[in-house]
């Protein structure tokens, strides 16, 4: 079986040392359960910090198996 996911999340800071920021970030993933002990999930980030680093990217990937 196939999963498919999407996140959207938004952080924002006020009155830090560095100044105001905020971070939002996209995430969309894909999770294969091969069967009902074993799964492989995968998750592409696409973020913005608007003060320091600007955009990012990000793709993890993992093997779960739960006995």
């Known amino acids: 079986a196939l999963e498919v996911g ?3 999340s938004r952080v ?3 009155n830090v040392p ?3 920021a905020s971070l939002e970030d996209w995430s ?7 069967n ?3 799964r492989i999930l ?7 910090l608007d003060t320091l680093a600007g955009e990012f990217h ?4 993992r093997f779960q198996v739960a006995f």
């Open 6 to 8: 999407l996140r959207y």
């Open 12 to 14: 924002e800071q006020e």
């Open 18 to 20: 560095t100044g105001d």
């Open 28 to 34: 969309v993933g894909l999770n294969w359960y091969l």
């Open 36 to 38: 009902s002990n074993a």
């Open 42 to 48: 995968t998750n592409y980030v696409l973020g913005d």
């Open 58 to 61: 990000g793709v993890t990937l």
